[in-house]
């Protein structure tokens, strides 16, 4: 939790205590503890800002400072059962902050710092089939990560400007719309515009896809990882798959009810594809504008990743854009298309075994499609490909979202059984692993085999010696 927070907690404490417990006469001047809270909750409000997780705290501070001038006085005796009732309130207004906290992400660990900026761009050539408005044209919001020099004492970036987009991704979840409304107090490690890094003359650029319903910031730990290693990551969040996605000028296009279904998803996914396309057009263009990453980006060497849906359209993008070198679609089926032309790049799977998927809930249908046509196009691959299967995680591990409740993920189900942070380190140590390899041709051992330090992990290549870089 945030300084003030906990600091308006152990205030409601002695607040509570202050009314509650008996006190001389000469020592009822100590009832006056109970306004404590309220210029605590002033503050935390006006610096940290308010959330809906310490809404029981706040109508405890207000029940507390409406009890004292009574209570003060003696007039208000105390009660067994109001005692009680008061303990239960101040545990809940402790304990909802406490397991839904304002989160942090983990320190990257490369070198680079990192640097963010984020894209409106609208491809004038291309209609958006989601619209039914012939004259509406695909908008789409980028947000780029970049390793920049350090700047220590800049604010860090929101992980999501404006939380609230993000309820119908809550309620697909099955959790209250403003579940995540907080999300814009949380930070990253990133700063808004942070000067390049000097170190190399251009970075590798890799793109990343959402899920269904997702938004293109939810896998900000691993885009952080990546970029703290040397790379480009772009975002693109995609409108009317996203949970909302917030232009510029106000407009919110929230998901199309559409994508609930499974025939409309299929049919909608080589229109995200080119969404793909589209980026890559425009970070061409921004490479030779005058905007702070001009000349710093390597376009000679994209990768793409994406989870669940994203993973699909990543498949489906490395099918039709020759310019993406090197493919790593996380934990989903890939299109039927995809599987009967296959793919030319090298590829990395990264998902689950079967019996984990089946344990998690997933039908027979969703596990036998997402493994064999992963297997198909696998088994057909004439370069490089590895499958890198993690059991005891479940489909929300291979995002932020362990991150949002740590203390209730696993106890609810939330979570897979693996260590959350094995969970969250494994993926991000191959998917870096597997870029080092095709887009920078490093030495990468952990490639060449079953490691020892991922016992774990089932893996499988069909790999071929590490060389220079595709292309």
């Not at 207000?62 to 009680?84: D, F, K, M, N």
């Not at 403003?178 to 000067?195: E, I, K, S």
């Not at 969404?275 to 890559?280: E, G």
């Amino acid at each position: 939790m945030r300084p003030l927070e906990v600091a308006l907690l152990v205030a409601l404490a002695v607040a509570f205590a202050a009314v509650a417990a008996p006190l001389p006469d000469r020592a009822r001047h100590l009832r006056a503890a109970a306004l404590l809270p309220i210029p605590v909750l002033v503050a935390q409000v006006l610096v940290e800002g308010a959330r809906w997780q310490l809404i029981p705290a706040y109508v405890l501070c207000g029940l507390l400072a409406a009890a004292w001038p009574a209570r003060a006085a003696g007039r208000l005796p105390a009660a067994r059962t109001a005692g009680a009732l008061g303990v239960l309130a101040l545990a809940v207004a402790i304990a909802l902050p406490a397991v839904v906290p304002v989160f942090g992400f983990p320190r990257p660990s490369g070198p680079h710092a990192i640097g963010t900026q984020t894209y409106h761009w609208v491809d004038p050539e291309r209609p958006d089939v989601f619209t039914a408005d012939p004259d509406d044209r695909r908008e789409l919001v980028v947000q780029v990560w970049y390793p920049a020099e350090d700047v220590p004492d800049a604010p860090r970036a929101p992980y999501v400007e404006d939380g609230d987009a993000l309820a119908p991704l809550a309620r697909l979840m099955g959790l209250p719309g403003g579940a995540f409304g907080h999300f814009d107090q949380v930070r990253t490690n990133a700063v808004v515009g942070a000067p390049v890094a000097r170190e190399d003359a251009r970075y590798p650029v890799l793109l990343f896809s959402h899920g269904r319903g997702g938004y293109r910031q939810h896998n900000t730990a691993q885009v952080e990882e990546l970029v703290s290693h040397g790379y480009v990551v772009a975002a693109i969040d995609h409108p009317h798959a996203s949970a909302g996605v917030v232009f510029p000028d106000g407009r919110q296009v929230p998901m199309d009810p559409r994508m609930y279904d499974r025939t409309f998803i299929d049919g909608v996914i080589p229109f995200l594809a080119q969404d793909v396309s589209t980026a890559l057009d425009r970070l061409a263009a921004l490479d030779r504008s005058h905007d702070p990453l001009a000349g710093r980006l390597d376009l000679d060497h994209v990768g793409m990743f994406g989870v669940s849906l994203g993973g699909a359209v990543t498949g489906e993008a490395c099918k039709i854009e020759p310019r993406v070198r090197a493919c790593l679609p996380i934990d989903v089926f890939l299109p039927a298309d995809v599987v009967e032309a296959g793919l030319r790049q090298p590829v990395m799977w990264i998902t689950r075994d079967e019996a984990t998927m089946r344990r998690e809930g997933w039908s027979e249908s969703d596990v036998v499609e997402t493994h064999s046509t992963m297997r198909a196009v696998y088994e057909r691959l004439t370069g490089p490909g590895y499958i890198v299967q993690v059991p005891g995680m479940w489909h929300v591990d291979f995002s932020d979202f362990p991150l949002f409740a740590p203390w209730l993920t696993t106890p609810l189900g939330l979570g897979g059984p693996l260590d959350p942070e094995r969970a969250r380190t494994i993926p991000d140590t191959y998917a870096r692993a597997f870029f080092d390899r095709h887009l920078k041709g490093l030495p990468t051992p952990l490639l060449d085999g079953p490691s020892p330090d991922y016992p774990e992990v089932l893996f499988e290549s069909r790999a071929l010696p590490a060389g220079p870089p595709v292309g």
